[in-house]
């Protein structure tokens, strides 16, 4: 059985730092496009930033472009989240996911993803 597994989160002032990450079990996704997307209370979940199997070639949202950072460790099937700077609007639950076939590319829509976490919930106070 898939799982991915999020952990990092938590209650952050406006400013400061968190790392998240994204443990994979079930099977290897060293060669699967991974991704992370949130969601704020009342809105849409969105693309934040994703990572082609090997890790160079990444993708992030405008809204976090130079503030946060994916990577990701394929012998641990993990894939982080360096998250700085952090600002209120920032304040979601950031959900880890993952595409089935191999080699693909980094893809912003949530129906390209075939496997998700239950998500972990970042809090930025101002």
């Known amino acids: 059985q898939v799982q991915l597994v999020e952990s990092g989160g938590g209650l952050v002032q406006s400013g400061g730092s968190l790392r998240l990450s994204c443990a994979a079990s079930?099977?290897?996704?060293?060669?699967?496009?991974m991704a992370w997307f949130r969601q704020a209370p009342g809105k849409e979940r969105e693309f934040v930033a994703g990572s082609n199997w090997s890790g160079g070639s990444t993708d992030h949202a405008d809204s976090v472009k130079g503030r946060f950072t994916i990577s990701r460790d394929n012998a641990k099937n993990t894939v982080y989240l360096q998250m700085n700077s952090l600002k209120p609007e920032d304040t979601a639950v950031y959900y880890c996911?993952?595409?089935?076939?191999?080699?693909?590319?980094?893809?912003?829509?949530?129906?390209?993803?075939?496997?998700w976490g239950q998500g972990t919930q970042v809090t930025v106070s101002s």
């Open positions: 079930g099977r290897p996704f060293s060669m699967s496009v």
């Open positions: 996911a993952a595409q089935a076939r191999r080699f693909g590319g980094v893809r912003r829509g949530k129906s390209e993803y075939d496997y």
